[in-house]
C-alpha cells in the first residue's frame, strides 16, 4: 500500500480551489489528475521581460514589464479589436489591443487616469506602438519580480496559462517534506537541490540542476524497480531445464544458423540450466530469425520434460508463429497447439485437456493461453513475442502461474538503442541478433520528391502488374488518430479509383474484425495493395510484398521508419522503399532520410535516432514518447541514466528489502513514480 505521507500528493485535482467538472476535463487531458501530476507539470520553456522605466527603453518584440496610464478606451466598428490607448512616464503612447471577448475584462482592468503595471510583448501596429493581450495588468506593483521570469505550461483547450500556474501553485503548497532518497555522495557533487526544493526551483526558472534532480528521481524509481524484479526472480524457484539434443538433432532447418542466433540460444541454453528463472530478452530486427531461436529453446525445455508456451500480441501473429512452428519442427515429432480467444467449445476443452496432462507439449496462442482456466502440467518456458507491447507487470503476471516460475524469453523487433534497452528491460538479460541470414537482398530505398507522386502511381501500376504486391504509408497529418484518418481515407480512395478492388485499408479507428478481415485478404494475396496508417500490424509477414512507398516520410522518426521498411525485403525478389518527402524539409529530416537511405541496421539507425531526437531537444521538451519516462527528456536519458541504474544496482545489493533509512525513503520514491510493482514485491513476494 501506498504510504500515508503521500496521500496528499496523490488526492485528486478536484479538491484544490476553483476545480469543477468543466476544469476537470481539460486537465484529465493533460493527464494531471492528481496532485502529484500537477507538481510535476514542469514548464515548457521561460518567458523572460526586461522591466522597463518608459518605452523608449524597450525595443520593438521585447518581453517588457512596464507602468502605463490609460488615457482612452477605443472601440472600433464593427469587429474590429478593443484598444485601450496608454501612456509611459514620459509620455509615449502605447495602444493595449484585445480581441473578442477579451475586450469585457479590458474595460475593467484598465480605468482611465489610474496607473497600471502591464507585462507584455511590445509589438508596433503601422505607426503606434501596441501590446496585444497583455498577460498581466495590476493595480500593485508588489507581485512584479515573479513576471519577470515566468513559466509556460503545456496546456489544453480550456485552460490558461494563469489557470494552470494557478493549480500547480496549490500543489506545491502541498507538498511533503521528504526523506532523501539520493546517495549523499552524489548529490553533493552534482550540486542538486534535495527533492522539494528542486521541485519548487523546477517551476520558477530555469535551473538544469533541478531538473536534472527530479529527472534522475524518475530514473531511479524505474531502475529501482526493475533492479527488485531482478532479486525477486533470482530468488524465486524455477527449474533447470537440461536438454539431452534428442529433439534439437532432428531438425532439418534449411539453412546453417548464423553466429549470433547461436550465440544467442547458447546464452539461452546456459540460463535455462540454473534453478533461477530465466529473464531474457532476444533483440533482433525484422527477419533477423528469431523464431528459430525461440524454436531451439522451446524443444530444450521439452527434451527436459517440460512444456514451453509461445505467446503473441495478436490472433494472426499467433498463427503465423504456429504455423512455421509447426513446419519446422514437424520432424520432431513434437505436439503443438495453437490457442487462441477465438477457440470455443469441444476443440478448446480437448487442448486444456493436452495442456494439463501433458500430451501438448507446445501451444502458442494469445492472451487466451495464460487464462486462469488453463493449467499446465509443467510449465518450463515461457516465450513472449512483441515484447513492448506488455509493461512490466504485465509480464510479470504472466510468468507467476504455479509454485514453479517457468523460465521466460521475451522477444522484440524494435533495435532498442542500448540505454533505452536499460530503461525499458533492465530486469532482463540481452541476446541481441545482430547479424542477418546471409543472402538477404539489400531493400533499394529512394527519396523522391512528393511532386512526382504521377510517377509513382505509374511506378506502382507496372508493380502490382508483375502480380507482386505493394504497401502505402498514409501522411502523417499530426498526433490526431482522426486526421491520420482521414488522410489515409482520401489517400484509400485516389487509388481504389486506379486500382478498384485490389486495394484495403487499414487504420487504428477500424474494428478489430474489419481490420483481421482486411489483413488477411492481403496476406492471402487476394488485395495487391495494403493502404495504411502507420498501424501495420508489427511482425506481419508477406513475402510477396516487395514495394513500400510511404509519404511525408519526413515526418516520421527514424525507428518508424525503419520499422516500416522492414515489411518488405522478406522475399526472394528485391524490395525498394520509396520515400516521398515534401518541398521544406528541416536540418534533421534531411539527415534522416540520407541514414535511411545509407543503412538497413536497425541498431545503428535506433542509436541514430536517439542522437537526433535528444540533440535537438530544447529544455523540458519532453516528447520522450516510446520512453517509460515522463519527467526526464531524452537528453537527460542518455546522460543519467546510466548513473541511476549502477545506483540502483547498489542500493539494492546493499539494502535488498529497502529496510534502512535510504531505503526507506526509496520505498517512496517507488510510489511517488508509481513504480508499485516494484515495491510490492518487498512484501514476501
Ligand atoms: P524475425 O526475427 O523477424 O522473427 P524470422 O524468425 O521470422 O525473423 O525469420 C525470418 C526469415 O529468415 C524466415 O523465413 C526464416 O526461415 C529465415 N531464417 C532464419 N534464420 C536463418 C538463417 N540462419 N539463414 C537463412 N535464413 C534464415
Ligand atoms: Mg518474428
Redesign the pocket.
Known sequence: MRPERLNLLFSDTESLDGVGPKLKKPLDKLGLTRLRDLAYHLPDRFVDRRAVANLDEAQVGEQIVVALTPNEHRLTSGRGPYRVLASDAVGNVCALTYFGRASYTAKKLLPVGELRWIAGRLDQYGQMLQIVHPDHVEAESTGLLTWLSEPVYALAEGLTQPRVAGLIGQALAHLPDLPEWIEPGLLARMQWPAWRDALLLAHRGAHPAARDRLAYDELLANSLALMLVRENNRARRGQPLKGDGSLRDRLRL?????GA?RRSIGEIEGDLAQSSPMLRLLQ?????????VALEAMLLAVEAGAQAAMLAPTEILARQHYD?LRALAAPTGVSIALLTGRDKGRARESILMGLLDGSISMVVGTHAIFQDSVSYRNLGLVVIDEQHRFGVGQRLMLTRKGKVTPHCLA?T?TPIPRTLTLAQYGEMDVSR?DEM???RQPIDTRVVAADRFADVVAGLERHLATGQQAYWVCPMVRESETEDMAAAEARYATLKARFGDAVVLVHGQLRPEDKDAAMERFASGQAKLLVATTVIEV?V?VPNATLMVIEQAERFGLAQLHQLRGRVG?GSEKSVCLLLRGETLSETARERLALMRETQDGFRLAEEDLRLRGGGELLGTRQSGDTPFRVASLEQIQRLLPLAHDDARLLVERDGGLTGERGDAARLLLYLFERDWGAQLLRGG
Do not use: I
Request: no cysteine; aromatic share 4%.
Open positions: 534449411p539453412f546453417p544458423l548464423t542466433q533482433g530486427d525484422v527477419g533477423a530469425g528469431k523464431t528459430v512455421t522477444m523487433a541478433l541470414p546471409p543472402g511482425g509477414d522478406r
